[in-house]
């Protein structure tokens, strides 16, 4: 329903979310993996990788302190259920260079998040790339 008041639910889920990007793109991988369950799993690239200590080790390999840049994200669809939530976001990456910032990946985050006492934590993070346009030969 359009216009309708925004919950404290959503406004946690939302926060969880906002802090994923900022917290991966300021290397603070401590506050970063505890947004996640124990069991959580992230799906990226065909890999799939369960529960917060093989998923703090897989980031902190894919995001090296030279790697790191910054997460902008909007368009966020968030559904809070009983006991669960689904989040749709876009996001775009981009990484400082001499040349200025330069875009490194633009695709959707599609996230279950589950309550655990005044917060949420992703249950599962998928990330999605956006790739070219079907039969689009890069022209």
């Known amino acids: 329903m359009w216009g309708r008041f925004v919950g404290d639910d959503e406004d946690q889920v939302r926060r969880t979310l906002a802090g994923y990007c900022q917290y991966l793109d300021d290397g603070d991988f401590d ?80 996230d279950e998040l589950v309550p655990d006492g005044d917060r949420w934590r992703f249950r599962q993070r998928e990330i999605t790339l956006l790739g070219p346009p079907a039969g689009d030969a890069g022209d």
């Open 31 to 110: 506050r970063w993996v505890d947004l996640f369950t124990e069991d959580a799993r992230l799906l990226f690239a065909g890999r799939t990788t369960v529960g917060r200590p093989a998923i703090r080790s897989y980031m902190e390999q894919v995001q090296p302190p030279e790697g790191r840049g910054k997460h902008i994200t909007s368009n966020i669809l968030v559904d809070v259920g009983v006991g669960s939530a689904t989040a749709h976001t876009d996001y775009l990456f981009v990484r400082p260079t001499a040349r200025g910032l330069v875009p490194i990946a633009t695709g959707r985050y599609h």
